[in-house]
């Protein structure tokens, strides 16, 4: 499975992003997917997850009422609608995919090569 990213840029402080993480090759429709983040100068953390069948979506608590995850899985595509952006928010977000939802980054078996979103204030 490979995994692509895509819907990242430049906004401005408020603002909104989405984001989307589908496949070129192989399909998402097995795997719960997670959305991780890595900012300048720091570790890769935890954002969003949804499990195979679109429910039980988790959030990390920094984004949550702020960001939504979702997918469509006729279009084989998870979603991060990014609302609220914050500078603290600019980062490289990652997709991944993996048996369970989870925080842990080591519970997920593919990852995607990141989208950047710049916040501007």
């Known amino acids: 499975v490979r995994l692509v990213e895509s819907g990242g840029g430049l906004v401005q402080d408020g603002g909104s992003l989405r984001l989307a993480c589908t496949t070129s090759?192989?399909?998402?429709?097995?795997?719960?997917v997670g959305w991780f983040r890595r900012a300048p100068g720091k570790q890769r953390t935890f954002v969003a997850a949804?499990?195979?069948?679109?429910?039980?979506?988790r959030y990390a608590v920094a984004v949550k009422g702020r960001f939504t995850v979702s997918r469509d899985s006729a279009a084989n595509t998870v979603y991060l609608q990014m609302n609220g952006l914050r500078f603290e928010d600019e980062a490289v977000y990652y997709c991944?995919?993996?048996?369970?939802?989870?925080?842990?980054?080591?519970?997920?078996?593919?990852w995607g090569q990141g989208t950047q979103v710049t916040v501007s204030t």
């Open positions: 949804i499990n195979k069948n679109g429910r039980g979506p």
């Open positions: 991944a995919a993996g048996a369970f939802t989870a925080e842990s980054q080591q519970q997920y078996d593919y």
């Open positions: 090759e192989g399909t998402l429709s097995p795997y719960a």
